[in-house]
C-alpha cells in the first residue's frame, strides 16, 4: 500500500504547536429552536456555565442571552487550549408573540433551556363570517 505524504499538515501541525490560537471575544453557542404545542423551547450549549454568569431577557419579542464568566488562567499551563471565549450575547426574533411573564429558564449539564409560550395574541382564532 502507498501512503502519500502532506507536507503542509507537517507544517500546520508545526506552527500549531508554536503559535498561541486567537482569542476569540464573542464565541456563539450551538442554539437549537423547537415549536411544540403552544410553545418555543430554545437550547443554547454553555458548558462550565454557572446560573449567576447568565442574563436572559425578552423585549420586543427579542430574546437575549448573555453570558460571562471571570476564569484566570495564569496557575494553568495549558498544551493547546481552543475554548478561548468566556463571554457571548446573542439576540434573536422570536417568529410570534410569546407571554413574558410565563417565561421558564433551566440549566443542566451545560444546556440553557428557554421556555416561551404563545401570547394569546399569537394564538390562532376563529372568524364568523356574516
Do not use: C, W
Amino acid at each position: 500500500m502507498l501512503t502519500t505524504y502532506n507536507v503542509l499538515h507537517d507544517i500546520n501541525s508545526l506552527l500549531d504547536s508554536f503559535i498561541e490560537p486567537r482569542h476569540a471575544v464573542h464565541e456563539l453557542p450551538n442554539v437549537d429552536f423547537e415549536e411544540k404545542e403552544g410553545e418555543i423551547n430554545v437550547k443554547y450549549l454553555v458548558p462550565e456555565a454557572k446560573i449567576e454568569d447568565i442574563d436572559i431577557q425578552l423585549e420586543n419579542n427579542i430574546l437575549k442571552v448573555s453570558y460571562e464568566r471571570e476564569q484566570d488562567d495564569s496557575e494553568r499551563r495549558y498544551i493547546r487550549k481552543e475554548r478561548t471565549s468566556n463571554r457571548f450575547s446573542r439576540a434573536i426574533k422570536l417568529p410570534y408573540k410569546v407571554d413574558g411573564d410565563n417565561a421558564q429558564a433551566s440549566l443542566k449539564d451545560g444546556v440553557l433551556k428557554v421556555t416561551l409560550k404563545k401570547s394569546p395574541d399569537a394564538l390562532p382564532k376563529k372568524i364568523e363570517i356574516k
